[in-house]
């Protein structure tokens, strides 16, 4: 009897999520690992060098763009940075990317836009948080007015899932559709798949994934700051 991953209700997307999910969980173990035996006093080298190097130039951007808090969001930008850098260029093994997974980048735009609201609500506290999302200027308004920018801005907040899942969804797949269709033509074509391969897994990919995180610190910074 032939058992596939459907009838336990997975789909190739899931089954590589999880696979990217287990390998990054592996990385880091083995990050923190040889951090923890690092000398201080002498510099690193080799996989710690890249991961300092990486950890630094994420955490200069994110400080110009989400200011002086930055740095207790930084292991979420990157963690969300590597995962769906990782997604995108499974591409390149010949296994089905999830990020061509509609549920999969719905998922993540939900969980990051929760991350963005409870760090709000932590900075702020719930009711100047809620007041500066939903109310902003408006707040000396007219109530009809006031009531009409509260509507607007509870459906900006929510647009912003589809706004994440759907740019990041569709970008991918595109290019997986692409690239299909190439492998279609006639074998003259074959010597440019490689190039558009490189192109979609890993130039589009590494393209998205930055986009998805700076409109992540964006929203973080008009979440967190106080001004």
Same mark, same amino acid.
């Given at each position: 009897?032939?058992?596939?991953?459907?009838?336990?209700?997975?789909?190739?997307?899931?089954?590589?999520?999880?696979?990217?999910?287990?390998?990054?969980?592996?990385?880091?173990?083995?990050?923190?690992?040889?951090?923890?035996?690092?000398?201080?006093?002498?510099?690193?080298?080799?996989?710690?060098? +890249?991961?300092?190097?990486?950890? #630094?130039?994420?955490?200069?951007?994110?400080?110009?763009?989400?200011?002086?808090?930055?740095?207790?969001?930084?292991?979420?930008?990157?963690?969300?940075?590597?995962?769906?850098?990782?997604?995108?260029?499974?591409?390149?093994?010949?296994?089905?990317?999830?990020? #061509?997974?509609?549920?999969? #980048?719905?998922?993540?735009?939900?969980?990051?836009?929760?991350?963005?609201?409870?760090?709000?609500?932590?900075?702020?506290?719930?009711?100047?948080?809620?007041?500066?999302?939903?109310?902003?200027?408006?707040?000396?308004?007219?109530? +009809?007015?006031?009531?009409?920018?509260? +509507?607007?801005?509870?459906?900006?907040?929510?647009?912003?899932? +589809?706004?994440?899942?759907?740019?990041?969804?569709?970008?991918?797949?595109?290019?997986?559709?692409?690239?299909?269709?190439?492998?279609?033509?006639?074998?003259?074509?074959?010597?440019?798949?490689?190039?558009?391969?490189?192109?979609?897994?890993?130039?589009?990919?590494?393209?998205?994934?930055?986009?998805?995180?700076?409109?992540?610190?964006?929203?973080?910074?008009?979440?967190?700051?106080?001004?």
């Amino acid at each position: 009897m032939n058992i596939s991953i459907e009838d336990w209700g997975l789909t190739s997307t899931a089954v590589n999520s999880i696979l990217v999910t287990l390998t990054l969980v592996v990385f880091f173990i083995v990050v923190g690992i040889k951090i923890g035996k690092a000398d201080p006093s002498k510099p690193s080298r080799g996989l710690l060098l +890249v991961v300092e190097l990486i950890y #630094t130039g994420v955490s200069n951007f994110a400080l110009g763009q989400i200011g002086t808090s930055a740095p207790k969001f930084v292991p979420y930008v990157i963690t969300v940075g590597s995962y769906l850098i990782l997604a995108n260029l499974i591409g390149l093994l010949g296994l089905t990317a999830p990020t #061509t997974d509609i549920n999969i #980048t719905a998922a993540l735009a939900i969980m990051t836009l929760l991350y963005i609201m409870v760090s709000g609500v932590i900075a702020k506290g719930i009711l100047r948080y809620l007041k500066d999302v939903y109310v902003g200027p408006a707040s000396a308004s007219p109530p +009809v007015i006031k009531q009409f920018i509260i +509507v607007i801005n509870i459906i900006s907040e929510f647009t912003k899932v +589809v706004s994440l899942s759907f740019r990041l969804f569709g970008n991918i797949v595109s290019g997986a559709l692409l690239l299909a269709l190439f492998a279609m033509l006639p074998l003259w074509t074959t010597p440019v798949l490689p190039a558009l391969n490189l192109y979609f897994d890993i130039f589009a990919g590494l393209i998205q994934t930055m986009i998805f995180c700076i409109l992540m610190m964006i929203w973080l910074e008009t979440a967190v700051s106080k001004e």
